[in-house]
Nanobody, 116 residues
Framework: QVRLVESGGGLVQPGGSLTLSCAASGTVSGVNIMAWYRQGPGGWREFVAQMSSTGHRVYGDSVRGRFTISRELGNTVSLQMSNLKPEDTALYLC???????????WGQGTQVTVSP
């Protein structure tokens, strides 16, 4: 079982920056993907960004150009967020899954609030 722990959320003003981190207690064999999703108050979940263990990055349309995802050794993934907008307010969830789909793990999330 892999445990994911997110950190770095908080309150920031519009136009500000924030960096989220997610540390995985274990690893998934083979090609894997670490990703960020966000969930709004209504329960909707939106894809934010992902990065594979081979280095391939994908971004959601609403964050492309403002957010940057990176991975460090030991299955840690970060999300650098800049030019934040009120609509970026959400619970940010970390996801680790194998490329094959055999394994899929989620963290509890870290809250990001963008408000004056």
């Amino acid at each position: 079982q892999v445990r994911l722990v997110e950190s770095g959320g908080g309150l920031v003003q519009p136009g500000g920056s924030l960096t989220l981190s997610c540390a995985a207690s274990g690893t998934v064999s083979g090609v894997n993907i670490m990703a960020w999703y966000r969930q709004g108050p209504g329960g909707w979940r939106e894809f934010v960004a992902q990065m594979s263990s081979t280095g391939h990055r994908v971004y959601g349309d609403s964050v492309r150009g403002r957010f940057t995802i990176s991975r460090e050794l030991g299955n840690t993934v970060s999300l650098q967020m800049s030019n934040l907008k009120p609509e970026d307010t959400a619970l940010y969830l970390c996801n680790l899954r194998s490329y094959s789909g055999a394994n899929d793990y989620w963290g509890q999330g870290t809250q990001v609030t963008v408000s004056p």
